[in-house]
């Protein structure tokens, strides 16, 4: 089975796959397209067919007249001709010859999803350093500032990835909530619990637009250590909790719902507790939560890397 396409990276963006079903009434490739896509209009697809556009497993492009016994799989290159340009620039903190390390901002997408493909850290790096093989180790959420890594090259991917696939990286994010009612900075307590404590969850992404939920009463899957680092008043006279997160392992939203959880929901998150409509980017009130620091041994050199985000939060305390 074929799963990666001959073809190349293209103004830093890659080609996506489709899967063509060999069961079902279409008689051609580009039938199923057009059933499939139906955000396009019929004659736009066969169109890009009929260009050249859409390539079977050897990279060669398929026809009008290609069937899904002749292809598993067909790839192609997105298009977003209205994306919108996102004024949120991102900042490259370190680069070497196998790593990149970059300063996400709020609501930059860290790779290409939904209406975001230009206007991502991946497609601008790529485009940035003219560099086709960069690949991000990790993501963090659009709405999620901070630092966010990258590889240079194919060789050295799987190296840089097997660091977070087995938990050898330290990981420090902040937050801001508001100060929940009854919180005594004397006693130092949450939920009942004294800090620093350590929440462990059992959650569950059932993907899609359905939101990441806590299941009591099975195995955790989840682990995140909690302290406060100061209380006070913000900028816009709000009593505030600044928190420092230490999450060991990297569930969806594991941040976001673990807080809520505690009565101590993020600022600015429009998901947790409740799932508000939909509306445009408030730059006004960002999702108060930022990857500060990366730690880790570089699986390369050998060197003791440290990384940290030179971004703040601005619902943070005033000193």
Avoid: C
């Avoid at 970059?102 to 975001?116: E, Q």
């Amino acid at each position: 089975m074929t799963t990666r396409p001959r073809l190349p990276v293209r103004d830093g963006i890659g080609p996506t796959r489709l899967r063509v079903p060999s069961g079902g009434t279409w008689a051609t490739v580009a039938d199923y397209m057009v059933a499939t896509f139906t955000h396009l209009a019929p004659d736009e697809v066969l169109r890009r067919v009929d260009a050249g556009e859409v390539y079977g497993e050897d990279g060669r492009a398929i026809d009008l007249r290609s069937t899904p016994a002749d292809h598993e799989f067909v790839w192609y290159y997105r298009q977003l001709p209205d994306e919108q340009v996102l004024p949120y620039r991102e900042t490259i903190l370190y680069r070497d010859d196998h790593l990149v390390v970059v300063d996400k901002p709020h609501f930059l997408p860290t790779t290409p999803s939904g209406r975001y493909l230009r206007e991502t850290a991946l497609v601008r790096l790529r485009v940035a350093l003219d560099n086709p093989h960069i690949t991000p180790v990790h993501r963090l959420d659009r709405p999620t500032a901070g630092l966010v890594m990258f590889t240079a090259s194919p060789d050295v991917r799987g190296a840089y990835q097997s660091l977070f696939e087995r938990r050898h990286v330290d990981k420090t994010y902040e937050a801001v909530s508001a100060a929940p009612t009854g919180w005594d900075p004397t006693t130092r307590r949450l939920d009942g619990r004294a800090l620093p404590l350590i929440r462990r969850d059992h959650l569950h992404s059932p993907g899609g637009p359905q939101r990441t939920v806590i299941r009591p009463g099975l195995e955790p899957n989840s682990e995140t250590e909690i302290d406060v680092l100061a209380h006070g008043t913000n900028r816009a006279g709000r009593t505030v909790l600044h928190t420092v997160l230490r999450p060991r392992t990297g569930r969806m939203h594991q941040l976001r719902v673990q807080l809520a959880a505690l009565g101590i929901p993020i600022l600015g998150d429009r998901r947790y507790p409740q799932l508000l409509p939909e509306a445009p980017d408030d730059d006004a009130l960002p999702l108060q939560l930022l990857a500060r620091e990366l730690v880790f041994t570089d699986p390369i050199s050998g060197a003791e890397r440290r990384f940290r985000s030179e971004r703040t939060l601005s619902e943070a305390p005033v000193p």
